[in-house]
């Protein structure tokens, strides 16, 4: 019954042991991420281009033609940008570029 009045009231219950973990996590060196737009200082300018215009939701062949470069170079780039930031695929690539500010809602990608 408390825990369902605390949340009533708008405030959050945690578990003791969320709490430790957390609190662990937090001064066992644990991995946190970078502040936003500073993970995207391993990319090239071009690299970055490429993932503004991916996280726009372009294909290959638009991409290839706003940065007037080949599909196969697009490609690359978009690979580059995957293995640099740890991304698995092209959906967590348009997502990192929301998260990073690179991409913007109701901003237009060119």
């Known amino acids: 019954m408390h825990a369902v ?13 969320v709490t430790r973990s957390l609190i662990a996590a937090f001064t066992c060196g644990a ?21 503004r215009l991916l996280g726009a939701g372009l ?18 780039h ?6 640099k930031l740890g991304l698995r695929d092209r959906v ?3 997502i990192a570029a929301y998260e990073t500010g690179l991409v913007v809602p109701g901003r237009p990608a060119n």
């Open 5 to 17: 009045r605390v949340v009533a009231a708008g405030d959050s219950l945690l578990a003791p042991s």
């Open 31 to 51: 991995a946190v991420p970078p502040p936003r737009g500073e993970r995207l200082d391993v990319l090239t300018t071009r690299e970055r281009e490429t993932m």
């Open 59 to 76: 294909p290959n062949a638009e991409i290839a033609t706003t940065l007037v470069v080949s599909e196969h170079t697009v490609k690359t």
């Open 78 to 83: 978009v690979s580059n940008v995957l293995t």
């Open 92 to 94: 967590q690539g348009v």
